[in-house]
């Protein structure tokens, strides 16, 4: 199917100009600008990183299915749906279906996640071998890591960034030695923006939980 999906979107693999080996297409090119947006977007807490974040997903696609990155092109798939959900779940998952606050992940979800990334790389790995991706394990890892930072995210939970950033690190050498070098760049404002969404974040759930607890002290009677 993704080898069907990459002779479709043919033209949007049309190579624009060339950097060092990369031969960037309007695919890498618009995946790009789309990624930056959506992550700013997310470093601000702002519910439209998902429509740009479900639209860089759907070019990338197109990308990692033209340069037989299946797992990473799979992923795109997940990463729509996800998307419609967490951009729902932003809007009405809070407390009387109001918009989701920021806040922090318990300890139980944050182990689920870490377990669910070592079997997920454990049972990904064989089958990307088996279905000759030119990277299985690295795929493997950075797809599990990557499903486990986008559920925190969709929860609105501050840990996500733990979960992108580790991600991003794998990417960069892999996106580069493949000569993806616009997509590696896009990576390396991707680390940079996950760092500075996390710092954003903990302001974000500081700065709310010091309004709740001033909201609580106007509300507690006075002593007679």
């Known amino acids: 199917m993704l080898d069907w999906l990459a002779r479709l979107a043919a033209p949007l693999n049309r190579v624009l100009f060339h950097m060092g080996a990369d031969a960037v297409s309007w695919a890498e090119l618009l995946g790009f600008v789309t990624g930056a947006i959506c992550v700013y977007l997310v470093v601000r807490a702002n519910v439209h990183n ?10 990338f696609l197109l990308l990692f ?4 990155l299946w797992a990473d092109a799979s992923l795109q798939f997940i990463y729509i749906v996800l998307g ?14 109001a918009a989701l606050k920021v806040g922090r992940a318990s300890a139980r979800l944050l182990l689920a996640c870490i377990a669910c990334v070592a079997v997920g790389t454990l049972v990904l790995t064989p089958i990307l071998r088996q279905a000759h991706d030119i990277a299985p394990f690295l795929d493997a890892l950075t797809t599990s890591l990557s499903l486990a930072a986008q559920v925190l995210l969709n929860a609105k939970k501050i840990q996500n960034w733990l979960f992108w950033i580790a991600a991003d690190v794998i990417y960069l050498p892999l996106y580069f030695t493949k000569h993806l070098n616009l997509t590696g760049l896009v990576y390396v404002a991707f680390l940079g923006l996950a760092i500075a969404g996390g710092i954003q974040w903990r302001r974000l759930e500081s700065a709310a939980r010091e309004s709740e607890t001033a909201l609580a002290a106007t509300k507690t009677p006075a002593p007679a």
């Open 50 to 59: 998902f429509w740009t974040g479900i639209l860089n997903s759907a070019l």
């Open 84 to 97: 419609f959900i967490g951009w729902w779940h932003w809007l009405h998952g809070g407390h009387h279906r």
């Open 65 to 68: 299915a033209t340069a037989r």
